[in-house]
């Protein structure tokens, strides 16, 4: 089955960049998505890339994507301590109509 | 965006006792619904895709005569945990999707299943 990769931890200074990656399996979705997940509440989508381009911006988030080597990263500019959150990146299978989630990276921000 | 809310937010039950929970679509159609279990600084798992009108599809390992779930209307489904047990305990969420448009799936905030 599909199987989606991320580092667990990442810790920034606030004002720095964050870089959160993931790797995954199935190369046949047409999106991919970045969410991010509070403690204790649900999960807010945050951007997505259609699969036929390699960046996207969003105000301060970039997402990159390597199709040849299944990677894909999500750069957040001047974090802030507002970003400090589990993000989890997310692939659709089952002809797009599931989503398997990455293993989550908590990001936290330190002053 | 499009709400999806869940009821409770958080449910503390005795051991042996069944607990529901909702979700429901606040202001858009969802023909398909989806339940996810999420344990704690691990990420989310499907649990079933809930179709309206027909049966839910399970997951492989996950327990359907435990589970219980229905999807009565376009804006509704249910998860019923029958004769929980500690194990589980969790973080349930549901996320759906707009049937009219768009595949992004909108997630409920979640519920925090305690069962002691």
């Known amino acids: 089955g599909e199987d989606v990769e991320q580092s667990l931890f990442l810790s920034v200074r606030e004002g720095d960049s964050s870089v959160i990656n993931c790797t995954y399996t199935?190369?046949?979705?047409?999106?991919l998505y970045w969410y991010k997940q509070e403690p204790g509440a649900g999960l807010q989508l945050l951007t997505y890339i259609f699969s036929n381009m390699d960046m996207k911006q969003d105000q301060r988030l970039t997402v990159l994507l390597n199709k040849k080597d299944k990677h894909l990263s999500l750069r957040i500019a001047d974090t802030q301590t507002g970003d400090s959150a589990i993000y989890f990146c997310?692939?659709?299978?089952?002809?797009?109509?599931?989503?398997?989630f990455g293993t989550g990276t908590q990001l936290k921000v330190e002053l | 965006g499009a709400v999806v809310s869940q009821h409770p937010s958080w449910v503390i039950c005795k051991s042996g006792t069944s607990v529901k929970i909702e979700c429901r679509s606040l202001?858009?159609?969802?023909?398909?619904m989806f339940w996810y279990r999420q344990f704690p600084k691990q990420s989310l798992m499907l649990m079933a895709t809930s179709n309206e009108g027909s049966k839910a599809t399970y997951e492989q390992g996950v327990e359907k005569d435990k589970f219980l779930i229905n999807h009565a209307s376009l804006t509704l489904s249910t998860l019923t945990v029958t004769s929980a047990h500690p194990e589980d305990s969790s973080f349930y969420i549901c996320s759906a999707r707009d049937s009219g448009l768009g595949t992004e799936a909108f997630f409920g905030q979640g519920t925090r299943l305690t069962v002691v």
């Open positions: 199935d190369s046949s979705s047409t999106y």
């Open positions: 202001d858009f159609q969802a023909t398909t």
């Open positions: 997310a692939d659709p299978t089952g002809g797009g109509n599931k989503l398997t």
